[in-house]
């Protein structure tokens, strides 16, 4: 629970403004022109920011409750000025000190636009104690913000780096529903009134919070597919059920029509998933605990998940996102990422999205959902000058280079704990 204040001392650090690059060019020979510097700019520095936002109002799931919101953003910064940004998703304390202390001495002076070279750099440098968790975490921060970086190199986008854009826009479901501390009656109320605003600004599709009790989980689906009957509907226990619990609720979001179960069970648990599939009618989707295409070989070989979560800011960022989906695929599994954080780890879910292709294919496809976090957060709707565009309930796959977003620095600073930089 990220809620502990610390003491921490703030390190100055001067802003550098991304220079700008137009696309590649094709020359009046026919010739293709790269952008200056697109040939191999260095990597000349990496900062990182710990960013915290004080709630008004604690809100909880299953597990625990936040009276904090926590983000820690990476900068990349070039030979030539350009700049990337990526965002880890989890202990951002942890992640500074790995980031700082050992990835970032090791990449300096490396070529910024080879991601895949690096990403295999960094992976085998922490090899031998950490093939998952925290150390993965950092990768995936530094992966993102490097895939933002090359972006702005060569004048595209991330999604078209990532093989180009099968849409433009991509519908999104609400994320909200959280506990708070109330009388369960009133908190249904609450939920099922937070649920309807919802509808009312345009959002098509919804996930809640199930995992409090089982006697709470029914009463509240049933009320709120009563409230909202033609909304698309999922539910996530964040890994609350044992495995009778699962089967038993897994019946009722079926009678209710969910379109799917979420972390039903722990992830420790890899062979249960199977055990419930076969047993309820909704498909089970998990995987935001899970990194690296090693980790999901072995999560989806189950056979019992049929919707793959990876976190872009968790998993290895989108270097290793785009070879989960791969072997996903192979599978005949689709991948919804999950997302949490600021709009540096929505905006890479757009585009992740908006790039892939659904198995097994047809004309008319059902889209994939984007997971659009609804609860209080300044740092993701604050801080960004351009953010990822999202209306009645739908985003618009970013254009600009790299990510798309824009961060505001001056903006940034209000919400700074602590920042470091290395330098070549």
Known sequence: MENQELSVSQLPVSVVT???????????????????GADGVKIKCIRTHHLRDHLDVPFGFSQWYYDTRNTLWVEIVAEDGTTGWGECYGP??????????????????????????IWHRMWRASLDFARGGVMMGAMSGIDMALWDLRGKMLGQSVSELMGGRYVDEVPCYATGMYFKEMPESDLIASIVE????????????????????????????????????NMTMMADSNHAYDLPEAIRMGHVLSEHDFRWFEEPLSPEFENQFRQLQDKV???IAT???????????????????????????????PSEALKIRGLASSMGINVVPHCWG????????THFLASGYLEPGRKEVTP???????TPNALRDKLFDVPVAVSNGVAQVPTG?????????EAMKEYVVQQTEVNA
């Open 92 to 117: 951002s304390e942890v992640y500074q000190a790995a980031i700082t202390s050992f990835y970032a001495p090791r990449l300096l002076g490396e070529n910024a636009l080879q991601t895949d070279v």
């Open 18 to 36: 991304p220079s700008q690059h137009s696309p590649l060019q094709e020359s009046g020979n026919g010739t293709v022109s790269r952008p200056p």
């Open 281 to 283: 009618d909704l498909p």
């Open 342 to 349: 600021t709009m540096l780890n929505l905006a890479a879910a």
């Open 287 to 317: 995987g935001e605990c899970e990194q690296t295409r090693y980790g999901y070989q072995r999560l989806l070989s189950t056979g019992g998940v049929q919707i793959a979560q990876p976190d872009l800011a968790y998993c290895g960022g």
């Open 368 to 374: 994939s959902l984007l997971e659009y976090d609804r």
């Open 401 to 409: 280079p790299g990510l798309g977003v824009t961060v505001n620095v």
């Open 194 to 229: 937070e649920a309807a605003g919802y509808q009312d600004q345009g959002f098509t599709a919804l996930k809640i919070k199930v995992g409090k009790n089982p006697s709470f989980d029914v009463r509240q689906v049933e009320a709120i597919r009563k409230a909202l009957p």
